[in-house]
């Protein structure tokens, strides 16, 4: 793990204070070890989720992922991963290059809000893969755990048309039409 020493040390003395105030004020019991060890395995859980060095607190974006931010993508191409962690994104779908050729987009959303925004007048598919999560479709339809899959009434899959496949784990997912 890249974590300064410093901000190990600090963070450290800070959960002994907060125990130790909670315990002399409430007369809790706190299990200092077993906390640290939690943060610990949730700091390498969220590395691996980011896929990249991970810093806390600190803000990431590129032209296809935000992490600890807010971002609207707009310049959507197919073939590429749109990926939303601990932050907020817009993802505008309606001047996807696909109109002529059809295309794929995957959009992954963790531990955030995603809201995604296709042109009602063109066709897409859309699969959606939700854990602990909420998913709504244009169409009404929502979940929160499981699979669903909304095709639009213009969709004829011998004619181009968007393919979306979007996952939400812990986070919300709202496509809209528009």
Same mark, same amino acid.
């Given at each position: 793990m890249k974590m300064s020493s410093g901000m190990f040390w600090g963070l450290l003395l800070i959960v002994i204070g907060i125990s130790l105030i909670i315990k002399i004020v409430f007369n809790i019991d706190f299990p200092i070890f077993r906390l640290i060890v939690a943060f610990i395995f949730i700091y390498i859980g969220i590395k691996i989720i980011v896929g990249k060095s991970f @810093?806390?607190?600190s803000r990431h974006k590129?032209?296809? +992922?935000?992490?600890? &931010? +807010? #971002? #609207?993508f707009d310049n959507i191409e197919p073939g590429k991963e749109y990926s939303v962690v601990? #932050?907020?994104g817009v993802i505008d779908l309606r001047g996807v290059q696909a109109k002529r050729e059809g295309g794929k987009v995957k959009i992954s959303t963790v531990f955030g809000s995603s809201v995604v925004i296709v042109d009602k007048s063109f066709p897409v598919k859309i699969n959606v893969d939700a854990v602990f999560s &909420?998913? @709504?479709?244009? =169409?009404? =339809?929502s979940t929160s755990f499981g699979t669903t899959i909304y095709e639009s009434d213009s969709l004829d899959v011998n004619n181009p048309y968007l393919e979306i496949k979007a996952d939400v784990v812990f986070g919300d997912l709202k496509i809209e039409e528009r």
């Amino acid at each position: 793990m890249k974590m300064s020493s410093g901000m190990f040390w600090g963070l450290l003395l800070i959960v002994i204070g907060i125990s130790l105030i909670i315990k002399i004020v409430f007369n809790i019991d706190f299990p200092i070890f077993r906390l640290i060890v939690a943060f610990i395995f949730i700091y390498i859980g969220i590395k691996i989720i980011v896929g990249k060095s991970f @810093h806390p607190f600190s803000r990431h974006k590129t032209d296809t +992922e935000v992490v600890f &931010g +807010e #971002s #609207s993508f707009d310049n959507i191409e197919p073939g590429k991963e749109y990926s939303v962690v601990f #932050s907020k994104g817009v993802i505008d779908l309606r001047g996807v290059q696909a109109k002529r050729e059809g295309g794929k987009v995957k959009i992954s959303t963790v531990f955030g809000s995603s809201v995604v925004i296709v042109d009602k007048s063109f066709p897409v598919k859309i699969n959606v893969d939700a854990v602990f999560s &909420g998913a @709504h479709l244009p =169409n009404g =339809n929502s979940t929160s755990f499981g699979t669903t899959i909304y095709e639009s009434d213009s969709l004829d899959v011998n004619n181009p048309y968007l393919e979306i496949k979007a996952d939400v784990v812990f986070g919300d997912l709202k496509i809209e039409e528009r």
